[in-house]
């Protein structure tokens, strides 16, 4: 288990280093940024001096190995449209980021799990066939859009919401709502996959047939060992949700990180949206080693000696 | 069948669209701004530029169509031949092919192509370069993972024990059996393709105005939405619509081409 720990930690710093190398690659693709920083009329001589002053004439390794060396004193440089440093920007905008993303996966799992669960059950009822067209529709319909169509309903027509911002319990409900039904839609196919799998072992019919009553089937054995797979789902969604609801922030005016990258994107404030794909990148991987180390308490089957 | 025959009436309207759009989509009409459906001439109603919003939507679908097909039959096939020659040969080359392939989804795809977009400039053709980069991802990965089924197979061996070159093994023998698995991933693809490309241009790169795209429709709709709700209600219908269609069709591929994942 140790030794498996120590592998594992190993492989973060290879993939944070992968992720610095590539960051670094993009930003040395985007240009320097030096022709942004001067006001329009700067003279030749005004920008090869800037060029100088800031190392872009350096060569790449010598680039590289000074971005590299700031990266790992947490220095990614400052915006180059607000007054904080890339770094300051990217963790003011955490908290509202963190807030819709775990309030997102936990009622998706809370829709999800329920209706999963009761589609395998009763395959083929007229629950299932409901649940199965929802879900369809649910992951058909982009998030953006359903965003929009939430707003002119709730907010437009009926006044009842506000059409975005962040600060009070009504600003979260549409922009709940429109993540929640993807990956509502998502979990509760997979659990309805997963769970009809495993309805069809032996095991399951040995419970059956000593007689356990079919709840207690269903809740106590089979979704446990559905739960792998949910867990590998939530893991991979959590990352992506973490990373910033890129769309559904932008529509929403909140302010989180995926609004704060998609801005400075179109701002070209480059040290800003590397800085945060950065910060994505770590929390992409710490969940996934977080998601393995999970398994070990869910399922006894696995271990990692 | 309901997802083929949405996706054929996308693809015809496509094909048709200067007969079926009434009007030019970019013959702007300022005196006819933010007409509402059902106006004598415009059943969608007009735009802030009173541009007829049904010749739009008809004409957006050329966009959503041209990239999603162009992207998949480029991105499957560089992502085809990555991923028969990463699981063929196996050892360090799959190794590295599979790390990058990590890295690469440990991005938000969205975000990915954001950046890509914004790197290499807004516009049609960089979308389309764009969603390739991402994209072929998805196919490496699962031709990948078909052929380190397959190339054990007894079929294999002997067709290696014949003295055929490798990759006269790979192309003629390997390629045709993961063909199914690629055509169904295809199609769900175009359908996560076109919402990306709407994605894009919607939250400002990708496609610009004038050209009528169903994303960039969609941003302006969102400005006007106070006054004008049909604007931002059509085009994402549309959108919502091949979609639709085209999960459905890719679904019913699925059941149909592979019984062995059919649940």
Do not use: C
């Amino acid at each position: 288990m140790q030794g498996y720990l120590i592998r594992r930690i190993l492989q973060l710093l290879i993939v944070i280093f992968l992720a610095l190398t590539a960051v670094f690659f993009m930003q040395f693709l985007a240009g320097d940024p030096v022709i942004l920083l001067l006001p329009m009329d700067a003279t030749f001589e005004e920008i090869a001096e800037m060029r100088e002053r800031l190392g872009f004439d350096d060569s790449i390794f010598v680039q590289y190995f000074r971005f590299v060396s700031r990266a790992l004193r947490g220095d990614f440089g400052q915006s180059l449209r607000h007054p904080q440093t890339a770094v300051q920007l990217v963790i003011s905008r955490i908290p509202a980021t963190l807030e819709l993303a775990l309030i997102a996966v936990v009622v998706s799992l809370l829709v999800a799990i329920p209706i999963g669960v009761i589609s395998a059950a009763f395959r083929g009822s007229w629950f299932d066939q409901v649940a199965i067209v929802v879900t369809v529709f649910g992951q058909a319909v982009p998030g953006f859009w359903l965003g929009i169509m939430l707003i002119l309903f709730f907010s437009v027509t009926l006044e009842w919401l506000p059409t975005g911002g962040r600060g009070e319990f009504n600003n979260l409900i549409l922009p709940i709502i429109t993540l929640t039904a993807f990956y509502a839609a998502r979990f509760a196919r997979m659990t309805r996959s997963t769970v009809l799998d495993v309805l069809n072992t032996d095991y399951i019919r040995t419970a059956r047939a000593k007689g356990l009553s079919e709840s207690r089937v269903l809740y106590k054995h089979a979704l446990r060992n559905a739960s792998i797979s949910i867990i590998t789902l939530l893991g991979l969604q959590l990352g992506q949700l973490l990373g910033g609801a890129v769309v559904t922030e932008t529509v929403f005016y909140w302010p989180g990180l995926g609004r704060l990258l998609v801005q400075s994107l179109l701002n070209r404030d480059f040290p800003v949206v590397f800085t945060g794909v950065f910060f994505i990148a770590l929390v992409h991987a710490s969940l996934n080693l977080a998601v393995d180390l999970v398994y070990l308490l869910v399922d006894p089957r696995i271990s990692y000696d | 069948m309901i997802g083929f025959f949405i996706v054929l009436l996308v693809i015809l309207s496509s094909i048709f669209a200067p007969l079926i759009a009434p009007a030019d989509p970019n013959q702007a009409n300022r005196p006819n701004r933010l007409q509402p459906p059902g106006t004598p001439g415009h059943i969608f109603g007009t735009d802030q530029h009173g541009r007829d919003l049904f010749s739009r939507v008809v004409f957006g679908s050329r966009i959503s169509i041209f990239v999603g097909l162009v992207t998949v039959i480029i991105a499957g096939t560089i992502g085809t031949v990555v991923g028969l020659f990463s699981g063929y040969f196996g050892k360090w080359l799959d190794s590295v092919i599979m790390r990058l392939v990590d890295v690469w989804l440990s991005f938000p795809f969205i975000l990915l192509a954001l950046i890509i977009n914004a790197i290499l400039g807004m516009g049609l053709r960089n979308v389309v370069i764009t969603l390739i980069i991402t994209g072929w991802v998805i196919f490496a990965r699962l031709v990948r993972g078909e052929v380190l089924a397959l190339k054990n197979l007894d079929y294999i061996q002997a067709a290696k024990a014949l003295g055929q070159s490798e990759l006269k093994v790979i192309f003629f023998h390997i390629l045709p059996n993961v063909f199914t698995p690629i055509i169904i991933i295809s199609s769900l693809q175009i359908s996560q393709i076109i919402i990306a490309e709407a994605t894009i241009s919607f939250l400002g790169f990708g496609v610009q105005p004038p050209t009528a795209a169903w994303g960039n429709m969609l941003s302006d709709g969102r400005n006007f939405l106070f006054n004008a709700w049909w604007m931002a209600t059509f085009p994402g219908l549309a959108l919502a619509f091949t979609a639709l269609g085209l999960n459905l069709f890719g679904d019913w591929l699925r059941d149909t081409l592979d019984p062995k994942i059919s649940k």
